[in-house]
């Protein structure tokens, strides 16, 4: 097929090229050049601009945030370019508000939309094992399958609003922040009984929470190692907003989430800017005034 | 080795079973004798008093909480009965505090004292496949092996202070219970935007939290079936509680413990005394008023 | 003084009706044009665009909310129609994002700029004696000076960053949001105990808790009256998430607005839009089960 | 009357000492006797032993917590030794577990027992103007009465089961650490946008939060002064503790009251011992990093 592809992060690099692949014929833009270069030599088209990218089967779009999704193609003027008969597949996590005017942006131009974020790292979208989760109208669907299943380890369906694809990906990443911050409080109760946090984290991760999640971010704990992120930490605040701002939206009461934003924000007041989210450890260590009481 | 049993619910049983089953010597003692029935029938020798199980190379105890195992071993004197020889296992999940009594009282005493709490629902005990946390004396340990590996997957050290065990108990159980948290308050989230919560529990734990504790109380989210319960919500607040209270000890400071204690005191103010910990996710709904509005 | 005033709700027509009867030339406009009646019958002139009010020395506004702000003097272009020399008086509640929008705007087009939020309710408000934070430049608040004694108890300088005046407003009303749940919480908890809320209140807000807020909330907590709202609820809410907004902003974790945010939300999800902020004892009275443990 | 007075800390010895001024024959014990002696040199009899001040009409204690009390009441024997027609007033701030316990124990001994704690300074002790809680049999309490109103501007009468006074008492501090908290995020908030402490302190206690509880700690929190205590912040951890457990034991969620446990923890972790109560403001600080970014 003829494919766009917007948003050349780690992700985006990695999804996009196994497009290429597969086969397809690939048009990428990003706003900054450099990323292209990998693409054109797998063989994609570079284009100068956003709506170049837009003329084709699908456009595929892996932006960073809220923001640069509106910028490129609210703000931008990109929904305006598009070719009538495009079906614009958007991998970003973003709000449910957002969401929703997009959904209803594409359908008043009579352009096809898919909500279609995915849970897994650049690893695993390069082996193209993705989890995607996909909702908008059927027939917009269908057409991107193929694609997506080029992606993805599985393809899980979520009905036609896109919004809600979006909303389980926040639930999702709310999981995955409590999750951490979990670990954080629990390996800090343990160590301030002399128990080591490796200790404790190996016992955990390899019986009862014997999963990605917690063995991923659990090792970091274990190690004390923050850096470089994996996760940014400033990334799962955001998350951890629009998961607030999810549940505010639909009157969801969320007290976990108000744990977690107070973490976070604790975080980045203690210069976590640069962290990766197991730095949530690093509030639960100076709260419990760890580290003083050692010396 | 000639062995005592204190203590045959569900999981005691199972344990003193497979020491039956691998040809020790098993004398066992319950408050209530229906329970020492099954284990006569396999062999087991039936006590009439508790110190009359606590003559021999090593007594394991599995009582239900603080109250029983102050009850029987300080209050009841068996302290003061036991074999001097003896080994005390003791595997209840019990606070920090009566850890350290209860190692200190036995050390006075010339007895040894280990601490084996351990993670696995009856049906694991059954198999023998136990993860077992072992603190204390290494000489009491050694001796207490070759009975624990019986019962045990795997046995992780956690050093000669008793205590330590049971905090990683209680750290563990507090992760529990945040994990159930969590998909309580994610699965609110997901179905006020009509996802179902079989939908979004289905996708979480066979992927991000693909692990036996997402898996076992996801389930029960999933189908809003939380009887009969497997981990009873009260034990839940026990542990919750145990766990806030070796954190004051320690000046561990731990929100997310705060929330679950609201959540679970919730939940029995709303009737929940029987549920099983799953049924957090009842409270969940009730704070989004999600029943009166699918009306 | 030639004064124009914008947004005559219940406030703001206490607080034009004190400008026109201290013998200032009072130019009002509101939206919905039936509020202009009063002020007219008191010798208001009444504007048909609020352009026309914004021709004088000060113009004075008081809208409900971020957005009847942006959409007035940003996107409904007011703020190219001003008088020159105007020097605007912004007494709204709004947030600390839009305040410093509000004064760059302003003085890109050497238009004076005051923030001026006001502690009182319309009954303090028609006594004038309000209490008014101020900050701005000093030029334009020596302007405005005459206008705003003539509201006001006291007014209370906050220096010339604008925004320094509207952060403490919401730290104010995070503060009063904060002493309702707190009597929320405490009543219940006496009334479990079969103390009458209205005791408890009683002895509080006569005692320790001598002061505006406490007997005025803790009146409707007493008597479990909570309507017609004094203070609504949803608008608690604005605020409160106004405040947290201004923390995340500068980086500072304020755990009791997450709570504060739950408790507004399940007060919401709970059918109480049109309650009194003192509604939330209602919630706190739900999570006890009160109401059915008393039958 | 014949009185007996126990516990002979600041609070206690300004209230003994006003029922000698009143012409009351007072008998005073302590455990240490240095703080008998200027009650002696007021004209009190000193007892060597607590029986010897439970002979008389009434005896009051103010003992410091649960475990004082039972160590002098119920380990002590103190119950057993006392005049068959005594009523005992209890000021102490205690667990309603504890209150429960005594209750039944003077029943059993057809022992008069009135629980009586106090709201108000040593400084309001001593004018004789505390606010004096009080709930007992009616008969015990009329007994009470005449020494009650020299140590008291006002009696507020909790009804007939002693509990409900404690009760009320630790509902009553859990509303002061909550102000505390309150004033203490939110000054944090005011100063990131560089309002002053002091400013914005001044500005809310002498408008909406005019009263004695804001003012007073209020002002500690101003001048960032946090010792000596007023109310030592271990006590104040100790109430919440003690509001929690009550709470637990009548099923009352209090998320108000989670949050506030772990700030004090927090404090305590950070070296806050002999801090007061106004010191969590310290915790606030230091969450927000705030110290650090002012360099």
Same mark, same amino acid.
């Given at each position: 097929?003829?494919?766009?592809?917007?948003?050349?992060?780690?992700?985006?690099?990695?999804?996009?090229?196994?497009?290429?692949?597969?086969?397809?014929?690939?048009?990428?833009?990003?706003?900054? +050049?450099? *990323?292209?270069?990998? &693409?054109?030599?797998?063989? #994609?088209? $570079?284009?100068?601009? =956003? @709506?170049? /990218? !837009?003329? %084709?089967?699908?456009?595929?779009?892996?932006?960073?945030?809220?923001?640069?999704?509106?910028?490129?193609?609210?703000?931008?003027?990109?929904?305006?370019?598009?070719?009538?008969?495009?079906?614009?597949?958007?991998?970003?996590?973003?709000?449910?508000?957002?969401?929703?005017?997009?959904?209803? +942006?594409? *359908?008043?131009?009579? &352009?096809?939309?898919?909500? #279609?974020? $995915?849970?897994?790292? =650049? @690893?695993? /979208? !390069?082996? %193209?094992?993705?989890?995607?989760?996909?909702?908008?109208?059927?027939?917009?669907?269908?057409?991107?399958?193929?694609?997506?299943?080029?992606?993805?380890?599985?393809?899980?369906?979520?009905?036609?609003?896109?919004?809600?694809?979006?909303?389980?990906?926040?639930?999702?990443?709310?999981?995955?922040?409590? *999750?951490?911050?979990?670990?954080?409080?629990?390996?800090?109760?343990?160590?301030?009984?002399?128990?080591? /946090? !490796?200790?404790?984290?190996?016992?955990?991760?390899?019986?009862?929470?014997?999963?990605?999640?917690?063995?991923?971010?659990?090792?970091?704990?274990?190690?004390?190692?923050?850096?470089?992120?994996?996760?940014?930490?400033?990334?799962?605040?955001?998350?951890?907003?629009?998961?607030?701002?999810?549940?505010?939206?639909?009157?969801?009461?969320?007290?976990?989430?108000?744990?977690?934003?107070?973490?976070?924000?604790?975080?980045? /007041?203690?210069?976590?800017?640069?962290?990766?989210?197991?730095?949530?450890?690093?509030?639960?260590?100076?709260?419990?005034?760890?580290?003083?009481?050692?010396?």
């Amino acid at each position: 097929m003829k494919v766009g592809f917007i948003g050349l992060g780690a992700m985006g690099s990695a999804m996009a090229s196994n497009l290429i692949a597969a086969g397809h014929h690939v048009t990428v833009w990003n706003r900054s +050049e450099a *990323a292209t270069e990998k &693409l054109a030599s797998l063989g #994609a088209k $570079v284009a100068r601009t =956003p @709506d170049r /990218a !837009a003329q %084709g089967d699908v456009l595929h779009s892996m932006l960073a945030n809220d923001q640069s999704v509106r910028e490129v193609f609210l703000e931008g003027g990109l929904l305006e370019a598009m070719d009538p008969g495009i079906v614009h597949v958007n991998h970003a996590t973003i709000s449910v508000a957002l969401a929703r005017q997009l959904a209803e +942006e594409h *359908a008043k131009r009579g &352009l096809g939309y898919v909500a #279609a974020p $995915v849970f897994g790292r =650049p @690893d695993v /979208a !390069a082996a %193209g094992k993705l989890n995607i989760l996909v909702a908008g109208h059927a027939a917009a669907i269908e057409k991107a399958k193929p694609l997506l299943e080029v992606m993805a380890g599985k393809l899980w369906p979520m009905g036609d609003a896109p919004e809600r694809a979006n909303v389980v990906k926040l639930a999702g990443n709310f999981m995955i922040v409590t *999750a951490i911050e979990s670990m954080a409080e629990a390996s800090v109760l343990a160590r301030a009984y002399d128990v080591s /946090a !490796a200790d404790f984290i190996a016992l955990m991760t390899s019986t009862l929470f014997a999963s990605p999640v917690y063995q991923g971010y659990g090792k970091s704990i274990a190690e004390q190692r923050f850096t470089p992120p994996g996760f940014a930490l400033p990334l799962g605040l955001k998350d951890v907003l629009l998961a607030q701002e999810a549940g505010l939206a639909a009157q969801v009461p969320m007290p976990l989430a108000g744990v977690l934003r107070d973490s976070l924000v604790e975080a980045l /007041a203690d210069g976590g800017q640069s962290l990766d989210l197991s730095g949530l450890a690093r509030v639960s260590e100076r709260r419990a005034n760890l580290q003083q009481r050692k010396k």
